[in-house]
């Protein structure tokens, strides 16, 4: 095989060779006063030049972070950055000293999969045991973290914020674990809780459900493989039909022997939109795959549906219903509501997921009407995930502003959207400009200024 490019190598997924930074952005449309601070979105972007080695065997979980911001303040873009999350061996490549920092369990490495603020602290995430790094406003790398010494293992990319506490909540996992590590985050940033939960031929876990009274587990069947960690290869996990799909409910005070465990037909899960609970019974929002990594391989999945599972803790059943059967991905909403009941959820069209080409189109869901609108865009446009950030403090659900990022292929160049969800398919409020491509990557977030 010569010459056989990866496809996460190629077109919007293509990395990017260099660092930019930017100021004063041109924007079309005008820039709500009120957006103070940024917004950060992250996605592999590997270092080049990679060999044929390096070049056939990437996979689009592991290749090295890179984060992009947009400031915006005053109505105005004030600046755009790109840099890679230096870990040890990007530091290394770049020729940089890398910033040491606590002794890693497990292992380095460049996180790519989700950035975060909390505690006044930016965090670039990733999963399977590696260290969450700290980022200062500039994106430039501060180094790994634990939390102030309060971390024992890696940290997940997806948490779950509790509005009433400022709490985080988040599931890891390690290869090397027997069990999976639930811990609570405080709101000044040090681990305050931690529960170890057994498990069984170390599960992939990359997400969880938080209620006010529940923690949602998913152990579903993608596990660690030796097979394909004898090949080498950079991610070894695959989907193991003999690892059986359960759902564990555990309340939020409880210990490991509190967990209840459902069975489920065999299903895979990255992402939850948002949980509450109802009377005595769990609602869990979510985008399901019938299966995923088959080979532990990225493409040729079967596509994703909207869900919704109500889990009745009492009769340890789960009933799984599909909202939307249009394939689709980057579950968000209003997180000032997680642990609530939710009226809006907004998600992308998986088709960059599921057959890697561009997703087109970002959709709005009304959990109460039972309808959805989708706002398109240009093709190959491979817009990403939506943010929603509210228009004030007390503004009510879905008022507020949806941003993403999506290419622009007459500009050859990607640009910024800022949406007014209520108007969600209107003109843009906004759209800056960038000076260069983003590519394709994973997940965002809006980092306010502090007031
Ligand atoms: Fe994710």
Not at 65 to 93: C, P, T
Not at 226 to 255: C, D, F, Q, T
Not at 266 to 277: I, K, M, Q, S
């Amino acid at each position: 095989m010569t010459n056989v490019k990866n496809p996460y190598l190629q077109g919007l997924f293509a990395p990017v060779a260099e660092e930019v930074t930017a100021h004063d952005l041109p924007v079309t449309g005008r820039i709500p006063a009120g957006l103070r601070g940024r917004y950060l979105r992250i996605g592999p972007n590997p270092l080049g030049p990679l060999g044929p080695d390096e070049d056939a065997s990437y996979h689009l979980f592991t290749g090295a972070g890179m984060v992009h911001g947009i400031r915006l303040r005053d109505g105005r873009a004030e600046w755009y950055r790109n840099r890679w999350v230096r870990s040890r061996d990007v530091a290394e490549r770049l020729g940089e000293p890398w910033a040491a920092g606590p002794a890693v369990e497990g292992f380095d490495v460049s996180p790519n999969t989700h950035v975060i603020e909390h505690a006044g602290e930016t965090y670039a995430l990733i999963e399977a045991g590696a260290r969450p790094y700290r980022l200062d406003h500039e994106l430039g790398t501060l180094g790994p973290s634990d939390f102030g010494g309060t971390l024992k293992g890696g940290y997940p990319a997806h948490t779950k914020k509790d509005p009433d506490t400022g709490e985080l909540h988040a599931i890891g996992y390690y290869f090397g674990w027997e069990h999976l590590e639930y811990t609570v985050l405080s709101a000044d940033g040090r681990i305050v809780r931690s529960v170890e939960i057994p498990v069984a031929d170390s599960p992939m876990v990359h997400d969880l459900a938080l209620t006010q009274k529940y923690v949602v587990i998913y152990d579903l069947p993608i596990t660690f493989s030796m097979r394909l960690a004898e090949e080498g290869r950079s991610l070894p996990y695959e989907w193991n039909p003999k690892h059986p799909a359960r759902v564990g409910i555990m309340p939020r005070s409880g210990g490991a022997a509190d967990v209840r465990w459902i069975d489920i037909p065999p299903c895979w899960v990255f992402h939850t939109l948002n949980a509450y609970d109802d009377g005595d019974r769990v609602v869990v929002d979510l985008v399901s795959f019938p299966s995923f990594m088959n080979g532990g391989r990225t493409d040729g999945n079967p596509p994703p549906t909207l869900d919704r599972w109500t889990i009745d803790p009492a009769a340890l059943t789960v009933h799984q219903e599909t909202i939307d059967d249009r394939a689709q991905e980057f579950p968000r909403m209003d997180e000032r509501l997680v642990t609530r009941p939710h009226r809006y959820g907004y998600t992308v069209t998986a088709e960059a997921i599921v057959q890697n080409q561009a997703g087109e189109a970002l959709m709005k869901h009304d959990y109460v009407n039972g309808s959805s609108e989708a706002r398109l865009f240009p093709a190959g446009s491979g817009v990403g995930e939506a943010a929603f950030v509210p228009s004030g403090p007390s503004a009510a659900e879905d008022d507020g502003y949806l941003m993403a990022l999506t290419f622009d292929p007459e500009r050859q160049a990607t640009d910024l959207v800022i949406i007014a969800s209520q108007d969600f398919t209107g003109e843009p409020v906004a759209t800056v400009h960038l000076p260069v491509r983003v590519p394709l990557g994973f997940h965002g977030s809006w980092a306010p200024d502090a007031a």
